[in-house]
């Protein structure tokens, strides 16, 4: 019996899960960030893809977080290619940041700017937490963004889209403070439309401060927040972004809104609406009331098939918006 695409990856989750092999991912894994960024490369004019190109040539660490790690068939593939593949790694380049060492770690790794405090807001709208048998958080009303100035005002994944997006904008930048700015938007606007980087389940006594995005929920594969993370990870990645880049057709990309507040409220309403079935709100109350261990949920083909479709839908948005905020950013010249 020949199974659908769809269908095999997943089998691949599914059966990745049972043996436990997911590990604790930070945000869209690098497939998701990637295909966000090859989205937008694939519908950017050209002049505004080689201003792109141009900046990322400058970062502190093109050498040795980008040439040296292109793969051999990038590196006999032509110049356009080798390109698209540099915007690629620059969305995944603040994930890399993690593992560096010594200052450079120090200098570049963010933690607190690939997330938001599910109590957070600004402008209105819904908190992004999900209250299991305890009472709600009061809000905390967000900064505007023409307060933050400096690096240390960004405290979390809104807050950092607006510090970065200051350093792009400014003139007087230093084109390797851009490239890292530059890097640190194409992978928050990922982040952002992931709707576990967005809030949190809590509950009185196993997660009063949290689950921490659904790293504290276990699943057969790890936990939720991995799971959303690897969503696209299992299929074939050139079909996949084919799909988007039809969808990013058949939109109206230049009209798209460059509000990271409605982008936060979007990702809000899939956690809130989806990604917490009951069955995991009910293990949660049960653990707590016998004092016991939360057992590893078994999310189902129905689940994970929605997941799916929402993560492609949200890597879609994000790379279309993308596009648009970069070619606001670095215009191309008008045709005559």
């Known amino acids: 019996m020949m199974l659908s695409v769809r269908k095999l990856a997943l089998l691949g989750l599914l059966l990745l899960g049972q043996c436990g092999l997911v590990s604790m991912a930070h945000a869209w894994d690098a497939t998701g960030h990637r295909l966000s960024a090859y989205l937008t490369w694939d519908i950017l004019p050209q002049e505004t893809r080689a201003e792109l190109q141009r900046l990322l040539e400058q970062h502190p660490r093109y050498q040795e977080d980008f040439l040296d790690q292109m793969p051999a068939n990038v590196l006999a593939a032509s110049d356009t290619e080798k390109a698209r593949w540099t915007l690629g790694q620059a969305a995944i380049w603040p994930d890399m940041a993690r593992g560096l060492g010594g200052d450079a770690l120090i200098r570049y790794n963010r933690p607190n700017w690939h997330w938001v405090d599910g109590a957070w807001i600004r402008g209105g709208g819904r908190q992004g937490n999900v209250y299991v048998g305890t009472p709600s958080l009061a809000p905390i009303y967000g900064v505007t963004a023409e307060s933050i100035t400096h690096e240390d005002d960004a405290t979390n994944v809104v807050l950092a889209l607006d510090y970065n997006l200051s350093v792009l904008r400014a003139a007087d930048s230093p084109d390797a ?6 890097c640190w938007v194409l992978h928050l606007l990922g982040d952002i439309h992931q709707p576990l ?96 261990p939360l057992e590893s949920v078994a999310l189902d083909e129905d689940y994970i098939s929605r997941m799916q479709t929402i993560a492609e839908d949200r890597v879609t948005l994000a790379g279309m918006r993308l596009a648009r905020l970069m070619t606001v950013l670095y215009p191309a010249a008008p045709s005559n």
């Open 177 to 182: 403070q851009k490239a890292v700015a530059l």
């Open 197 to 292: 980087h967005a809030g949190a389940l809590m509950s009185s006594e196993m997660f009063p401060h949290g689950d921490q995005g659904g790293n504290g929920i276990p699943t057969l594969g790890g936990s939720l927040h991995s799971t959303w993370d690897d969503a696209l990870h299992y299929l074939p990645f050139d079909g996949t972004l084919q799909r988007m880049v039809v969808t990013a057709q058949q939109t109206d990309v230049q009209g798209l809104d460059l509000d990271s507040s409605a982008w936060l409220q979007e990702s809000r309403k899939v956690l809130l609406e989806f990604v917490y079935p009951d069955e995991i709100k009910a293990r949660v109350l049960r653990s707590e009331r016998r004092n016991t």
